[in-house]
């Protein structure tokens, strides 16, 4: 007896009830806030993620304000915020260099730390990645809840810091020392309570808690695939989240020893980042001195080139998986999107200073890392390309998902390709800290990583929810999005070859460079049709917010494989119970098993045996979970 | 020096005024070029296939796809022309920068020290040597903490902010910082380096077009960061030699006039918040500063 | 469906999964402590001639601990041992002996070293004034010897006060036996064995001072290195005693239900505390012999 009819023989009986007598043990407590399911974590993960980039992006939409209209206070929020963080922050409703610091910090980190990676990798892989190897949960469940929380309370020590006197970290995301350092420390300089030592505790909490996922995702790819279900039958989207897991696992420590030190310094009043003979206003700094300012940079790109590709390879299984089911065809070339997967990986750790290119590097240093950051675009060309292949002979339905996850191509392209005049050290000299940088990874996280979120909420609602997200507002959701998004960051392009420098308060307004006109405007007016875009952008998100919360209650109900997808979590109910699958899967086939020929059905489920003649078989599918 | 510079202009890259600028220029454009290649024919293609195979033209979606292996000749091409750029124009043109120093004789030396937030210039003067400099003597009037005891020091100059350099002569500039991270950009010279508190990291140019020039501070330094403004004026000889007249009658007591708008530096003293106007806003306080 | 693997070994693996889990918090925990290493390294290279201690720890009693870690971590493998036999009693002896182990390491640590340090005094001469103090310091003798010269001097802080009182305006230091002859060749080289401050009592001016602090984390990047490494490295010994406690008192029940369950638990925790003493065996010579 196959698993397939095994299966329905299960499904006679109600998932629902069997769900609610799982459930019965559990109080509503343990069942939502303090639950240990993968599911309920997954999704605790995406809305606390939601709510943070969505945050993120307000504090942008503020900074884009004073980018426009330096100087000119800030209707409406600009009393509201001297209201609330006083004369700091807003000062007569204008904006205040250490406020715009801030929001540029906090922007940057909470858009990573707080926005993307919960999402991409938590969220997606808490929820998506046990259903579809097959396992009932995730190795740890306890540790995956403190996983959770510790994220919970280093988010919540994040916006604590705007309430600090002196406001929020404003150093950058990178934090650089010794600016970081000296930070907030004048008189009144609390030893705890001021913006950049939060910022350093929140880290820790945020570390910890990737940390204990990212064991949890390995332990679980290794351990707890179904039977059957081989390396080289994981779907895409499982390698993407097993690499990304690795880089977390490996990337963060060095930076969390760094953070331990910077605290050291600000807390005990070590000097591991301050060199001798520093002169703060005129006057000698007393410390002991022979620290390294460059040590921090070392230690913080050693995270911080790896932890981009945290940002986007979560993107691209997404991306995989509702293009292979889209085109109703195979991925092109599995196994070396598998391959290019893992040597990204590995590069990733080996090219983090082509982020210093300025700080004096001798020939053979910066020719090494010159050539990494070459050779690991490549793995990238090479995911690309095979995307774009995919595309090649599909019968393609541009549903929703298949929209952004479309639309991520392109807009990930731009992104990688201007990477590659930073990436020579020579051309960095001129393009060094312009928007040309702030352009050329925004279209990477922006329409390229965010996209493929919005893809994967509209792709995977169903099997969350049991209903679909409405179409046609997903569409009114997409075309502005994607018009906007283009908008914003085109333009900086050109505001960077104008030499135009990221983290100007002034927008650029105080420089004869960026009174030069490209395109008609002077690289200073661009910020006023860029911040426009932004603006409108943030109304393009409304559809999405109501969608998505309307769709939760009201949405249309679907089967529980309304996409007609060939991977394991559609094969369990929607939404799935407690222990995931009615009876334990067995995978017989690869992830992506479309319009094989000759069969009655354009797709083939991992669950579904290689029989000699497949016309005979049972469609496990329709009857499941009803 | 002729310059193939087409994409550049386009996206409103500014005229280059050093010497090897050019070359920067060029491995910006050709990398532009690549790039732009690559993505237009990628984008071509994209869209070929989304109309060719949307679901109402080509309602049975193939099984196989493509079969040819065109992409790996693509990938290839790919990694032929990034090695092209990398071993042809990067490595080499970085190596002239760090390496080929010009010879200190006949080049002009000078120093540069940011802080929060403007750039102090140091010369040796008519002797040629720089004085010998100790923290412990910084003050305002003396902010490079020039030593008083030291003969060569005698003749050095200071300049706030503004430095001045005769067209066509190597320049050599040793930059360093008291404070904090600092980057002394010249966009228009297509050379930048990071000013490191307790590194003192030279770089050097050669200016070919007179004219004046900002200077960037490329790396966030505080509030005053967006302020943080330098000018470099490349004279004619003449023009040189006379600046150099006026600094030495200035010399003793460095007051140069200030750069615009330079705000009062921040923390550890923390300032009163919003003592800095935003540009534009009616002035409240002096921010003059020094 | 309960979660498959969490006692018994997936055929195709071969391992269960808290064991994976423990390998892979582990590799994290390597990188944590080569991120701290790599900055020692980082430090040291940059320290000037003179401003890397040396032989300011007591390495006997660090010969100790280490000791009582390699010890703990035997009695460790030896509780596991006997679950897997299935002698219970035992399993309690050895596990008894290695939080006791693990104990007294911190008490040594916390109680006796890390005091004796920050009671300890250290004063940086001035450049300027070295030679003022030659007579303890014994620069032309290093010199001679070809090894880098001595700029602190350290010992017993007589008058505590000095350090907050400006009006006071020198420091009386019982000094290390270093400084009461500095020319003995027997002193080129840090002991081995801990030598307490003679009574020698010499006074240091302040304005001779360029830095004074007892040995506390501010003193120098050394001891800032050392108390983050040791500090950080003592919260895990913490943390291993705080885990073996639990398996001590609360083992029984999982031990009735699944004695093997209990023997994995006591391996992976054994497999954590190995990483701990492994740490040690790179903290010990680095900043007590190097
Ligand atoms: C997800 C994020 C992400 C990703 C994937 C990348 C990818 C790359 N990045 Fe980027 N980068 C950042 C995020 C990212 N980066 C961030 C956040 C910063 C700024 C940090 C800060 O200072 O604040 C930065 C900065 C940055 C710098 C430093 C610039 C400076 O500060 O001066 C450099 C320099 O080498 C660089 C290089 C690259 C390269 C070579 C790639 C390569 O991996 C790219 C490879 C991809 C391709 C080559 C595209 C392939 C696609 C095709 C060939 C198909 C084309 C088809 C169509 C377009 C239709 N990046
Ligand atoms: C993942 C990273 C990420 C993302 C997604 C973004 C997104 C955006 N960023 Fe940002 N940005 C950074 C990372 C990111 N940024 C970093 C690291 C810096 C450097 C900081 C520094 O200088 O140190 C930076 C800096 C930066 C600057 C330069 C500031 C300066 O240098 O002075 C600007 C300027 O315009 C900018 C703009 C934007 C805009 C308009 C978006 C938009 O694309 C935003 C789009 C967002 C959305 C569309 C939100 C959608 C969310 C929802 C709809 C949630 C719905 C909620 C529920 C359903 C509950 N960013
Ligand atoms: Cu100085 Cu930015
Ligand atoms: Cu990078």
Redesign the interface.
């Known amino acids: 007896m196959d698993a397939s009819s095994s299966i329905s023989a299960h499904a006679a009986h109600d998932p629902h009830t069997h769900a609610d007598h799982d459930h019965h043990e559990l109080g509503w407590w343990r069942r939502y806030i303090f639950s240990t399911d993968h599911k309920v974590i997954g999704l605790q993960y995406l809305l606390t993620g939601l709510c943070f980039l969505f945050f993120g992006f307000c504090l942008m939409m503020v900074m884009r304000w004073?980018l426009a209209f330096?100087?000119?206070p800030l209707p409406f929020l600009g009393n509201l915020i001297q209201n609330v963080l006083?004369?700091?922050?807003m000062?007569n409703g204008?904006?205040?260099?250490?406020f715009y610091?801030s929001l540029g910090a906090m922007h940057g980190t909470i858009m990573i730390f707080l926005g993307i990676v919960p999402i991409a990798f938590a969220a997606f892989g808490n929820f998506v990645v046990p259903l579809q190897i097959g396992?009932?949960?995730m190795?740890?469940?306890k540790?995956n809840m403190a996983s959770y929380w510790a994220f919970f309370v280093g988010g919540t020590i994040m916006l604590v810091s705007f309430f600090v006197p002196?406001g929020a970290a404003?150093?950058?995301w990178?934090s650089?020392?010794?600016?970081s350092d000296?930070?907030?420390?004048?008189?009144?300089?609390d030893i705890i309570f001021n913006g950049q030592t939060l910022w350093l505790i929140a880290f820790i909490c945020l570390i910890t808690s990737s940390?204990l996922g990212?064991?949890?995702f390995?332990?679980t790819i290794?351990?707890?695939r179904a039977k059957g279900m081989t390396w080289m039958r994981l779907p895409f989207f499982v390698w993407a989240q097993f690499v990304t897991a690795f880089l977390l696992?490996?990337?963060?420590?060095?930076?969390?020893?760094?953070i331990?030190?910077q605290l050291?310094d600000r807390i005990?009043?070590?000097?591991?980042f301050l060199?001798?003979?520093?002169?703060?206003?005129?006057?000698?700094?007393?410390?002991?001195?022979?620290?390294?300012?460059?040590?921090w940079q070392?230690?913080f790109w050693?995270l911080g080139h790896p932890e981009v590709y945290v940002l986007i390879l979560p993107g691209m299984g997404i991306v995989a998986e509702i293009l292979a089911n889209n085109?109703?065809?195979?991925l092109?070339?599995y196994k070396s999107l598998v391959l290019a997967a893992l040597v990204l990986g590995f590069l990733s750790f080996i090219v983090w200073a082509h982020h210093m290119w300025?700080?004096?590097?001798?020939?053979v240093v910066?020719?090494f890392f010159?050539?990494t950051t070459?050779i690991i675009?490549?793995p990238s060309?090479?995911i690309?390309?095979?995307f774009?292949?995919?595309?090649?002979?599909?019968?393609?339905?541009?549903t929703v998902p298949m929209l952004f996850a479309?639309a991520f191509?392109?807009m990930f392209?731009?992104g990688g390709?201007?990477g590659?005049?930073l990436a020579?050290?020579?051309?960095d000299?001129?393009?060094?800290?312009?928007y040309y940088v702030i352009a050329h990874f925004h279209y990477i996280v922006a329409p390229g990583t965010i996209f493929a979120v919005f893809a994967g909420i509209y792709y995977w609602f169903p099997k969350a929810t049991g209903r679909k997200m409405n179409d046609f507002w997903g569409k009114v959701h997409f075309w502005p999005s994607l018009i906007c998004m283009n908008a914003i960051f085109l333009p900086m392009?050109?505001q960077g070859?104008?030499?135009m420098?990221r983290?100007?308060?002034?927008g650029g307004?105080?420089?004869?460079?960026s009174s030069?006109?490209?395109?008609g405007l002077s690289?200073f007016h661009w910020n006023t049709p860029i911040s426009i875009a932004a603006w409108v952008m943030g109304l393009a998100q409304i559809p999405f917010i109501i969608n998505f919360f309307w769709s939760m209650r009201y949405g249309e109900k679907v089967d529980d494989n309304p996409w007609q997808a060939t991977t394991l979590e559609w094969t369990a109910p929607s939404p799935p119970p407690h222990?995931?699958?009615l009876a334990?899967p067995v995978v017989y086939r690869g992830p992506y098993e479309?319009?094989?020929?000759g069969r009655a059905k354009?797709y083939t489920m991992q669950i579904e045996p290689v029989q000699p003649n497949e016309r005979s078989m049972p469609e496990p599918t329709m009857s499941l979970g009803h | 020096m002729t310059s193939v510079a087409l994409i550049?202009e386009f996206?409103?890259?500014?005229p280059n005024a050093s010497q090897h600028g050019y070359?920067?220029d060029h491995?910006?454009e050709f990398?532009?070029w690549?790039?732009g290649a690559?993505?237009l024919g990628?984008?071509a293609?994209?869209l070929f296939?989304?109309w060719r195979?949307?679901?109402g033209r080509?309602?049975?979606?193939?099984?196989?796809?493509?079969t040819s292996g065109i992409?790996t000749h693509?990938?290839f091409a790919?990694?032929l022309i990034?090695?092209v750029?990398?071993i042809g124009?990067?490595?080499p043109?970085?190596?002239k920068?760090?390496?080929a120093f010009p010879p200190d004789k006949d080049a002009i030396h000078v120093g540069v020290e940011g802080?929060?937030f403007n750039w102090t210039f140091h010369l040796p003067g008519p002797d040629g040597v720089f004085g010998r400099r100790d923290?412990?003597l910084?003050?305002?009037s003396n902010?490079l903490?020039l030593d008083p005891t030291d003969p060569a020091g005698r003749d050095d100059l200071t300049s706030l902010g503004e430095l001045h350099i005769p067209i066509d002569r190597d320049v050599i500039i040793d930059v360093t910082s008291?404070?904090?991270?600092h980057?002394f950009?010249i966009?228009a010279m297509?050379?930048?380096?990071?000013a490191?508190?307790?590194?003192t990291?030279p770089m050097w140019f050669k200016p070919v077009k007179t004219g004046s020039y900002?200077i960037?501070c490329?790396?966030?330094?505080?509030?005053?960061?967006?302020?943080m403004?330098g000018t470099l004026v490349v004279d004619t000889p003449t023009d040189y030699q006379a600046w150099l007249k006026e600094r030495q009658e200035l010399s003793g007591n460095q007051t140069a006039p200030p750069p615009?708008?330079r705000?009062p530096?921040?923390?550890?003293?923390?300032?009163t918040?919003?003592t800095?106007?935003?540009?534009?806003?009616p002035k409240t306080a002096n921010p003059g500063g020094g | 469906?309960?979660?498959?693997?969490t006692v018994t070994a997936?055929p195709d693996?071969g391992?269960?999964?808290?064991k994976?889990?423990i390998w892979?918090?582990l590799?994290?925990?390597v990188?944590?402590?080569?991120?701290?290493f790599?900055?020692y390294i980082?430090?040291r290279l940059?320290?000037?001639p003179g401003?890397w201690p040396h032989g300011l720890l007591n390495v006997p009693v660090g010969t100790f601990n280490t000791a009582i870690l390699i010890l703990s971590s035997v009695t460790v493998v030896l509780a596991w041992a006997a679950l897997k036999m299935r002698r219970y009693a035992r399993y309690k002896l050895y596990m008894a002996a290695t939080i006791f182990c693990g104990i007294l390491f911190l008490v040594v640590k916390l109680g006796y070293e890390w005091p004796q340090k920050y009671d300890h005094f250290g004063a940086y001469i001035k450049t300027s004034s070295l030679e003022k103090y030659e007579k303890y310091l014994g620069n032309k003798h290093l010199l001679a010897e070809g090894l880098p010269p001595r700029v602190e001097i350290t010992g017993h802080l007589h008058n505590e006060e000095a350090l907050k009182d400006p009006k006071i305006k020198e420091y009386e230091v019982a000094l290390d036996k270093v400084y009461t002859d500095p020319d003995d060749p027997k002193m080129d080289r840090p002991h081995f064995l801990y030598v307490p401050p003679t009574d020698q009592i010499a006074t240091i001016a302040k304005e001779d001072v360029e830095?004074a602090?007892m040995f506390?984390?501010?003193?120098?990047?050394y001891f800032?290195?050392y108390?983050?490494i040791t500090g950080?490295h003592g919260l895990h010994v913490l943390g291993g005693v705080v885990v073996f406690t639990y398996l001590f008192f609360f083992g029984g029940k999982t031990y009735r239900q699944n004695p093997e369950h209990l023997a994995n638990r006591v391996e992976v925790a054994g497999l954590f505390w190995h990483f701990v003493d492994l740490v040690w065996i790179f903290v010990f010579p680095l900043f007590y012999l190097l």
Request: proline share 9%; with cysteine; charged share 10%.
């Open positions: 004073q330096p100087g000119k006083g004369p700091g922050a000062n204008v904006m205040t260099p250490e610091n396992a009932p949960d190795t740890f469940p540790v002196g404003k150093g950058g990178t650089y020392t010794p600016l000296i930070a907030d420390k004048g008189p009144t300089y940390l990212a064991v949890n390995i332990a290794i351990q707890l696992l490996l990337a963060f420590p060095p930076l969390e020893s760094a331990v030190m050291m005990a009043g070590t000097s591991f060199p001798s003979g520093l002169v703060v206003n005129g006057a000698a700094v007393s410390i002991s001195g022979g620290g390294s300012p460059l040590l070392h230690l050693f085109t109703r065809k195979p092109w070339g300025l700080t004096g590097m001798g020939t910066s020719a010159q050539t070459m675009s490549i060309v090479i690309l390309s095979a774009f292949i995919s595309l090649w002979g599909g019968s393609i339905r541009f479309t191509l392109p392209g731009i390709l201007t590659i005049p020579f050290n020579s051309a000299l001129y393009l060094h800290d312009t392009f050109l070859m104008l030499g420098h983290r100007w308060y002034d307004q105080g420089w004869t460079l030069e006109k490209v395109w690289g222990g995931n699958f334990t479309y319009s094989l020929p354009d | 550049n996206l409103g890259m500014p070359q920067i491995i910006i990398s532009h690549f790039m690559l993505f990628w984008s293609f994209f296939v989304l195979f949307r679901k080509n309602p049975v979606a193939s099984h196989e796809g493509v992409s693509l990938e790919v990694v990034e090695a750029l990398l124009f990067a490595i043109l970085w190596a920068r760090v390496n802080q929060q923290v412990h910084v003050t305002n902010p903490g008291r404070d904090v991270i980057s950009d966009p297509r050379i930048a380096q990071d490191i508190p307790g590194q990291i900002e960037v490329a790396q966030l330094c505080g509030l005053g960061h967006y302020s403004k615009l708008r705000p530096s921040e923390p550890p003293v923390g300032p918040p919003g800095v106007p935003p540009p534009g806003a | 469906m309960e979660i498959p693997y997936r693996t391992l269960w999964n808290a994976v889990g892979l918090f590799a994290s925990e990188m944590l402590f080569g991120g701290l790599s900055a980082f430090l940059d320290a000037e401003y830095r602090t506390l984390p501010t003193h120098s990047t800032a290195t108390f983050t950080l």
